[in-house]
């Protein structure tokens, strides 16, 4: 019999472990301490796997089927929905890492030690200022030259002619530096 929202609220943890199955190898994994966790067992290259969907009630009833249908699908065309969500987990680790602000923290934490405490703060200041917040969460290799405009145009805009021309040569150096590393 399929889950309920009502029943799903309605459990209390036991002095064992429990599993409730909704269908199509989704069920809801009630540990002792109380938490409700979603979980779905399947078989791939005739192994047995398990895949994680997260908790209830942040992961919803529906929320949980949708994630089944999905890996359903992905078991249909033959990927492996564990494989895929870990490959899409380092996908996103690798792009936060390889992000413009992380690499303009690393150089700015590098090449900016042989320079004076107050340059050095300027720098920063101008990273935190005009660079992050336009750019910094951004993919180094995915910026583009409008990405980089974006930053500096509205500083030639106001008449920062100077501030637009450092925080220009700040980003072109954070550049060279992605390279060489």
Same mark, same amino acid.
């Given at each position: +019999? &399929?889950?309920?929202?009502?029943?799903?609220?309605?459990?209390?943890?036991? !002095?064992?472990?429990?599993?409730?199955?909704? #269908?199509?190898?989704?069920?809801?994994?009630?540990?002792? !301490?109380?938490?409700?966790? @979603?979980? +779905?067992?399947?078989?791939?290259?005739?192994?047995?796997?398990?895949?994680?969907?997260?908790?209830?009630?942040?992961?919803?009833?529906?929320?949980? $089927?949708?994630?089944?249908?999905?890996?359903?699908?992905?078991?249909?065309?033959?990927?492996? &929905?564990?494989?895929?969500? $870990?490959?899409?987990?380092?996908?996103? *680790?690798?792009?936060?890492?390889?992000?413009?602000?992380?690499?303009?923290?690393? @150089?700015?934490?590098?090449?900016?030690?042989?320079?004076?405490?107050?340059?050095?703060?300027?720098?920063?200041?101008?990273?935190?200022?005009? *660079?992050? &917040?336009? *750019? #910094?969460?951004?993919?180094?290799?995915?910026?583009?030259?409008?990405? /980089? +405009?974006?930053?500096?145009?509205?500083?030639?805009?106001? #008449?920062?002619?100077?501030?637009? $021309?450092?925080?220009?040569?700040? /980003? !072109?150096?954070?550049?060279?530096?992605?390279?060489?590393?």
């Amino acid at each position: +019999m &399929p889950l309920t929202d009502t029943h799903i609220r309605s459990l209390k943890p036991d !002095s064992k472990p429990r599993k409730y199955f909704d #269908g199509g190898g989704l069920f809801l994994y009630v540990p002792t !301490s109380g938490s409700k966790l @979603w979980r +779905m067992a399947y078989r791939f290259d005739g192994k047995s796997k398990l895949l994680s969907f997260g908790e209830y009630p942040t992961v919803s009833l529906r929320d949980a $089927r949708e994630r089944r249908e999905d890996a359903r699908r992905l078991l249909v065309k033959g990927v492996d &929905p564990s494989e895929q969500k $870990r490959e899409a987990k380092q996908a996103r *680790i690798t792009a936060e890492r390889e992000s413009f602000q992380n690499i303009a923290r690393e @150089w700015h934490e590098t090449r900016m030690a042989e320079f004076s405490e107050k340059h050095q703060g300027t720098v920063m200041y101008r990273l935190e200022t005009y *660079i992050f &917040p336009a *750019i #910094g969460k951004t993919h180094i290799a995915k910026l583009e030259t409008r990405d /980089i +405009m974006d930053v500096v145009k509205p500083l030639e805009q106001r #008449g920062n002619h100077e501030t637009s $021309r450092r925080v220009l040569q700040i /980003i !072109s150096q954070v550049f060279r530096y992605a390279v060489i590393t």
